[in-house]
């Protein structure tokens, strides 16, 4: 497996992969329900976490679709999610500038109960939709991320490049999106590591070196 990057840092080399088999983020206990209609045909559910049976071409546009899940759904906060598809995929809660390779696919949906339960006492207020509606928009923009490959992964090398032994031996996976955060996290581990790495070194060296010096001492007794 290639590094994207491969860099030095306190004395120590860090490489920076992607995560080939990063955990999608639908499986984490999210507060949103997302749906996603596959491009293909309304038939095929790309994401179906409301077990929606009806389709966008059941209706005149996407407002009397939403109308009908809010009334399955009295009291929910929903945001429609959109999809972008070029060379690679993206998925935001905005909108794309290009209406030639983006449009809408589907919607997210936090739940009455979800909102009381996470936010709340024993009232929906403007500030707990809000609350909502930001994070219903983080999940789908982590979505996108992991959709779009763009998980990542570190490991910390010794000063030549290979593989650190035992103890010293220092990697992690599932950092989603934010290229910048790997990177400082696999820097903290390398400064961590590279201070007792080169101490043990030095400990090493200067063990060999009392030694070689009693073993030429013992050399020059016999003589």
Known sequence: MD?????????????????E???????????????????????HMEVNEL?????????PGWDELEANVLECYPKAELLPVYRYEHSNVAYNTTGF??????????FILCTKETMLHEWGKKIIT?????QARACMSSEVETYSQWANGEVYGYIVKDEHGEDMPGDYHDSCWGFYGD???????????????AERWFKSAESRAAAEEQQRQEEAGQQRLAI
């Open 126 to 130: 403007r500030k707990v939709r809000e």
């Open 3 to 19: 590094a994207i990057e491969t860099y030095k840092h306190a004395g120590l080399t860090i490489e920076i992969h992607a995560d």
């Open 21 to 43: 088999g990063p955990e999608s983020p639908r499986s984490w206990d999210n507060a949103g329900k997302l749906v996603i209609y596959s491009r293909h045909g309304d038939s």
């Open 51 to 59: 077990d929606m049976t009806f389709r966008p071409d059941d209706y």
């Open 179 to 193: 290229m910048d955060y790997v990177k400082g996290e696999a820097e903290s581990a390398a400064s961590s590591i």
């Open 97 to 106: 500038s290009c209406p030639w390779d983006s449009g809408r696919v589907g």
